[in-house]
């Protein structure tokens, strides 16, 4: 395939060549293979993790407790796609013998195999300087599908990345492999990001970020001349219900669990609780007054980037000025302080602006008058990576409208605790309808996020040697 130069981005047309070059390797790449490089991946970057972990807390200021555990998380993730190709995922096969005589009971020998895309271009994220950035998730199940990655590198951390970048190319050098299986796309502006995505030798895009980053990427992947798919992580306000019998319980107790998940890690996960839904009862009530004592006094710790501060005060003040504060905010932090607002769902549903998603510590109250009108709250939302049921354990009618709700919005629905923290293990679903992703088929969190960068391919009465 011919390449189209621009003078403007010879670097990113340099080192989606060397991909291009490497991919027919590695779709013919034996499970040994790839699962070597996986975890020697993994084994360098605990290696060098104290020195990562200083220059990530510089870039990201999430502190080293929490990056230490990432880089487990990262290397837990590389490992674990390493013993799917070992237990041959991404070489599995279907087979169909020939029965003999006219279709539709008669049929030829078909054999149904599964093809790499070929080289994905990777956004990593900013909220995830090891997880979802360089060596994350995104690269790991590429790598192990049988692709080669192209890293565009976050803006945030770009230290850290070129740092994580030479000890994965060290590796990839040290056994022997084509440096084209691992290259980074400096891509310093959004047209470069475009170009990248538009190249005509990338044959697929995984991201993680912001709706509006997304989105217009998303659609550069599509107006392409052959769009290629794009596996689009683009934001969640990821709402919980909580239902008044399970407040008569322990109301104290899952306040304050909830205000410690709204406010991790200054809220920025994209699996951050934006939206309590309650119904109108005295439980209730006590609830809001628990959460607003229990959030009120923590401390946060600074946002990934000024942008990314900035971007939270606006959506904050949206919502602000068509919602209710339930309590004064104190600027005592490094941070900005948490944000805590009251309305209810007659207007939740009508106004847009409640809907805005507030990238930080800060939640949405909406109180229902019934759980038909919560259910209405749910649909309002629309695509959400996660909701929350919290006292859901009968069976009967109204439960069952809930979850019938939150099964339509989310790709993850939770009955008990609190949904920031995602498990890398086969039964995850990390995506749900739009606008929380562009593939709510796929996910981007757990081993089933190989097949992401698989295609079948049917073959009939293929002789042996093509079968292996």
Known sequence: MTTPQNPNFAAIDAVVAQAAAAADFWADSSATQRATLLRGLADALEQQQAELVVIADRESGLGEARLNGEVARTAFQLRGFASEVEAGVPYRQVEDHAVAGAPPA????????????????????????????????????????GCPVVIKPHSGHPELSRAVFALAAGVVRAQGLPAGLLTLAEAPNRAAGTYLVQHPSIAAVAFTGSYQGGKALWQAANDRERPVPFFGELGSINPLVALPAVLEKDSEALARTLAGSITLGCGQFCTSPGVVVLLDSPHSQRFVAQLAEAIAPIATHRMLTPGMQQGFEAAAATVAANATSVFAPQADGAGPSPRLFATDAVSFIANAHLREEMFGPAALIVTANSVAQAAEVLEAIGGTLTTTLWGLDADNTDNRQLLRAAQRVSGRVLFSGVPTGVAVCHAQQHGGPWPSSTAPQSTSVGFAAIERFLRPVALQEAPTWVLG
């Not at 078909?110 to 790499?116: A, E, W």
Request: charged share 10%; hydrophobic share 50%; aromatic share 10%.
């Open 106 to 145: 008669g049929r030829p020998r078909l054999t149904r195999v599964q093809r790499p895309l070929g080289p994905v271009a990777m956004f990593s994220a900013s909220n995830f300087p090891f997880a979802f950035s360089v060596l994350g998730g995104d690269t790991a199940s590429a790598l192990a599908a």
